[in-house]
């Protein structure tokens, strides 16, 4: 069992910065693969960013292409989303999440709000 706890939310103007980390408890970290997942008012969850265990893979939305890093840090237990250059439709709630690859992820942390202003 995991459990996630997400922080580094807030307000930041368009072409801003931020970035939320996601803490980890449990054991095992580096068995899970980790993402990063986002819900805007009104519309579904999407994936943003994925890392596997070890850290050499990633994988991104397009739409964050460029903008949006994943990283993680297995001694810390914890797992990062720099986001840079934001754009008002970044607005979101932004989860991270933890799974056992290949299967779906099982475990999400509560969230937090990220709000780009225009």
């Known amino acids: 069992q995991v459990q996630l706890v997400e922080s580094g939310g807030g307000l930041v103007q368009a072409g801003g910065s931020l970035g939320l980390s996601c803490l980890a408890s449990?054991?095992?970290?580096?068995?899970?693969?980790m993402g990063w997942f986002r819900q805007a008012p009104g519309k579904e969850r999407e994936f943003v960013a994925g890392?596997?265990?070890?850290?050499?893979?990633?994988s991104y939305t397009d739409s964050v292409k460029g903008r949006f890093t994943i990283s993680r840090d297995n001694a810390k237990n914890t797992v990062y989303l720099q986001m840079n250059s934001l754009k008002p439709e970044d607005t979101a709630v932004y989860y991270c999440?933890?799974?056992?690859?290949?299967?779906?992820?099982?475990?999400w942390g509560q969230g937090t709000q990220v709000t780009v202003s225009s």
């Open positions: 449990g054991r095992a970290f580096s068995s899970y693969s």
């Open positions: 999440a933890a799974r056992i690859f290949p299967a779906t992820y099982r475990y």
């Open positions: 890392i596997s265990g070890i850290g050499d893979s990633r």
